[in-house]
């Protein structure tokens, strides 16, 4: 059974920063691009970052500078860094991983939230 388990989601001031971990079981996510995504009430699910099998990453331009994707395939974990964080980046972050060579296999974590107030 595979999953994915968001952490370290909660609240912090604009400004901020958090560090959200996704931990993944029942796959190896070496080969696997590991992706962070994340969605507003009534709005669709929108790229944050992405990190390929090997190492590529690829941002939306409304965290680039802000926000870095990073894994560590030993511990089958693949990281948010969020800083500068702002208002606007409050929503419920999800973990994704999709097969580097069959994207059918393609899992999602069950979210963490970030909120971003003062």
């Known amino acids: 059974q595979v999953q994915l388990v968001e952490s370290g989601g909660g609240l912090v001031q604009p400004g901020g920063s958090l560090r959200l971990s996704c931990a993944a079981s029942g796959i190896n996510t070496s080969i696997y691009t590991m992706g962070w995504y994340r969605q507003a009430p009534g709005k669709e699910r929108e790229l944050v970052a992405t990190?390929?099998?090997?190492?590529?990453?690829n941002y939306a331009d409304s965290v680039k500078g802000r926000f870095t994707i990073s894994r560590d395939n030993a511990k089958n974990t693949v990281y948010l860094q969020l800083v500068s964080l702002k208002p606007e980046d409050t929503t419920v972050y999800y973990c994704?991983?999709?097969?580097?060579?069959?994207?059918?296999?393609?899992?999602w974590g069950q979210g963490t939230q970030v909120t971003v107030s003062s």
């Open positions: 990190i390929t099998r090997g190492g590529s990453t």
């Open positions: 994704n991983a999709v097969h580097s060579l069959f994207p059918k296999f393609n899992y």
